[in-house]
């Protein structure tokens, strides 16, 4: 298991943190997402794959927000 913390812009709120939550561990080999919106930053617990980085900054910014 990978920990990794990706800084992401765009997040405003309390329900931008649950959706992006939820979006991010449908993602197949994420364990658990965790955004704060203040800090502007999602951790991410996940499989040691070496496109998971790439998936999921993808998934973020098909979401709407900014790395
Ligand atoms: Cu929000």
Redesign the pocket.
């Known amino acids: 298991m990978v920990l990794e913390k990706i800084k992401v812009k765009g997040?405003?709120?309390?329900?931008?943190?649950i959706?992006l939550k939820e979006e991010l561990e449908e993602i197949s080999g994420v364990k658990t997402a965790t955004p704060d919106?203040e800090k502007e930053r999602v951790s991410i617990e996940f499989d040691g794959s070496n496109d998971m980085v790439d998936k999921i900054k993808k998934k973020i910014m098909a979401e709407g927000y900014k790395i």
Not at 11 to 17: A, I, N, Y
Request: with cysteine; glycine share 0%; aromatic share 0%.
């Open positions: 997040m405003h709120c309390k329900s931008c943190e959706l919106h």
